[in-house]
């Protein structure tokens, strides 16, 4: 478990190398993460996902909001009791094509931040500051699109994660 607070848990698994495994493990150990959480018994907790819209966890309770990423070597999961959550993790790494990529995908003013950092600290803002994106569009339901001049309105929070890996939270 990497944090748990106000409705919100997330936890982390080092997932097996095939992408179909990892989502497998994954969803169990929301499973068994949630059953303990909430003391239920795991044959009453479910995941629901329907390609194109968020997952969702089902309760004896109702339905909480779910949120999954992946990287090589990191899976992540956010459950929300109080509604969506969304959460990205990305393996800081050099980009050739920084600068492109946060104009066109997070917009013109971090991407201004982003060229007035120092060089050495670039690659790990700039993956802070896309998977800080990429948390509040999976938060607000929406697929991943260009820079339109707006941010979905949510709470964002870096989690702590070793190197060379970030984070972030929306709820």
Known sequence: MLLSRDGVLVIGIVPPPSRMEARAHLRQAVREAAAQWQHLDIEAVSVESTPGTPPRLLL??????????????????????????????????????????????????????????????????????????EAAIKYSGLQLAEWNGSAPACCLQALPLPAPYVASLAF
Do not use: K, N
Request: charged share 20%.
């Open 60 to 133: 004896p309770a109702g339905v909480a909001g779910l949120s999954f990423s992946h990287d090589a070597g990191l899976s992540l999961a956010a459950i929300g009791l109080h509604g969506p959550v969304g959460i990205d993790v990305m393996r800081v790494q050099d980009i050739a094509d920084w600068f492109i990529l946060a104009r066109d995908y997070l917009g013109p003013q971090v991407a201004q931040e982003l060229a007035a950092c120092p060089a050495d600290q670039r690659p790990r803002r700039l993956a802070q500051a896309w998977t800080a994106r």
